[in-house]
């Protein structure tokens, strides 16, 4: 009897074990309760160096990548480009550019020093042309104007300037890159280095396609060795960039050989249309016998020299020597006009 009423006893006990552990999850909950009201502390110090943590691996590791990440999308659009006052192995340079930045953030890149490379077809020369001093960049979104000017730069590498001078007078469309290091703020987040390495492709003066003359006078009574022809070159230029290329002497030639030069003097190239006076001799007795029956000579014209205050500058007589213009003049016409011009000079 005693040992039945126990075993009863033990088998409700187990029961109400069994319902206890049925009920489980509200005993959990209000474990976990007691747990956290008891430890809330361990798990604010917890939440604390998780936060710290996630927000520093944010500040130290995703930062730098976020912004490098924000100067690699950002793209640059040149919007004017001169080339001035060269010499043999100078040349005073002044930009604008338009910095487009898709990034939210507005960060200030540090003044550096930029490589500036020609690439062709998409790959970099093997050495830089020009080394660029970068002001400070405060990168606004979406975009903002940067602008250079007077920098007197030395010509680091002749053959990649004469390279790119190539390239800018003859092709349709010319890319460059600027390449450099440099240090980004961003508010009072740690200062990132940053490369900066930003390819841009505009347009060139695509062979001087469209030079023509105007205005051509031959002065058949100018003595020997003087000046017996001038007229206006007319060259248009597609392109932004502004170029000086000094006193500039073009070789006249046909199928009957050299016929003659022309010079321009103080040749700069604006963008846009062109008309500059031009002057030179012509041999008439050559030119003559290389008429055509409708009296056209067909003129292949090639840059002899590009002078500036007595300097040669080779950078700009090798693409000018490369880059032959070909011209059919009216001869008939341009005596007619030169003796009306006559006639006007004389009455
Ligand atoms: C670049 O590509 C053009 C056409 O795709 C080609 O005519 C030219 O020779 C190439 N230039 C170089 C340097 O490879
Ligand atoms: C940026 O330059 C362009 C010309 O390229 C000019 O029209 C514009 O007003 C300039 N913007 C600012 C904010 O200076
Ligand atoms: C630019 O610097 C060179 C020396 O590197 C000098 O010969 C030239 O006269 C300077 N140009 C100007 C416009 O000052
Ligand atoms: C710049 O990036 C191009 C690829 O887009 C790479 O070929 C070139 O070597 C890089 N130049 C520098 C100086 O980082
Ligand atoms: C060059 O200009 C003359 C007028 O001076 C014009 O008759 C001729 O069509 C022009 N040639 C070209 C190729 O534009
Ligand atoms: C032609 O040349 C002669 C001799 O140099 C000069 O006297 C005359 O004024 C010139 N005529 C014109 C129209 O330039
Ligand atoms: C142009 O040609 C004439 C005659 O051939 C020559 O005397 C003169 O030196 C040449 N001018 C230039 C700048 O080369
Ligand atoms: C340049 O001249 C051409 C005609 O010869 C004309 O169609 C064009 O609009 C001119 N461009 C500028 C910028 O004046
Ligand atoms: C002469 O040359 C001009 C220009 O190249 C051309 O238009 C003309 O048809 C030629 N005349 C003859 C008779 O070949
Ligand atoms: C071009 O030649 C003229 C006359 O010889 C000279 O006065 C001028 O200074 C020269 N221009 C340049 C940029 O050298
Ligand atoms: C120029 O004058 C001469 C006579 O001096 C005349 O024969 C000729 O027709 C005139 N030419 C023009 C285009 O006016």
């Known amino acids: 009897m005693d040992s039945q009423g126990s075993s009863e006893k033990r088998f409700q006990a187990e029961e109400i074990e069994r319902r206890e552990s049925y009920a489980a999850p509200a005993g959990f909950g209000q474990k976990a309760k007691r747990h956290c009201s008891r430890f809330w502390w361990l798990h604010l110090i917890i939440f604390c160096v998780i936060f710290l943590i996630v927000a520093l691996l944010l500040v130290y590791v995703g930062m730098p990548k976020i912004a490098q990440n924000g100067v690699d999308k950002s793209t640059i659009e040149i919007t004017q480009l001169k080339f001035l006052e060269p010499t043999s192995e100078s040349v005073v340079l002044s930009q604008a550019v338009i910095l487009h930045s898709p990034s939210i953030f507005t960060p200030t890149l540090d003044p550096f020093t930029a490589a500036s490379w020609l690439v062709t077809n998409g790959t970099f020369n093997p050495t830089p042309m020009l080394m660029i001093p970068m002001p400070q960049i405060h990168a606004l979104h979406p975009q903002s104007n940067i602008s250079v000017s007077n920098l007197n730069l030395t010509i680091t590498n002749l053959d990649q300037v004469t390279d790119y001078a190539t390239a800018l007078i003859t092709q349709e469309e010319v890319s460059t890159a600027l390449t450099g290091k440099t240090k980004l703020h961003e508010g009072k987040l740690p200062v990132v280095n ?125 693409p000018l020597m490369t880059n032959v213009l070909s011209l059919d003049m009216n001869v008939l016409q341009v005596l007619a006009d030169s003796t009306a011009a006559a006639n006007k000079t004389s009455s």
Do not use: R
């Open 194 to 318: 940053i490369n900066f390495n930003s390819t841009s492709t505009y347009k060139g003066m695509n062979g001087l396609k469209g030079f023509n003359v105007t205005g051509v006078i031959i002065n058949s009574t100018a003595t020997p060795g003087e000046p017996n022809l001038k007229g206006f070159a007319y060259i248009p230029n597609p392109s932004v960039i502004t170029v000086a290329l000094g006193n500039v002497t073009l070789t006249m030639s046909t199928a009957k050989g050299v016929v003659g030069n022309a010079t321009i003097n103080d040749m700069t190239l604006v963008p846009g249309n062109n008309t500059l006076p031009m002057s030179g001799i012509i041999d008439q007795t050559l030119i003559a016998a290389s008429l055509n029956s409708s009296g056209f000579v067909t003129l292949s014209i090639a840059g002899q020299s590009a002078i500036y205050n007595g300097q040669h500058l080779t950078y700009y007589e090798k």
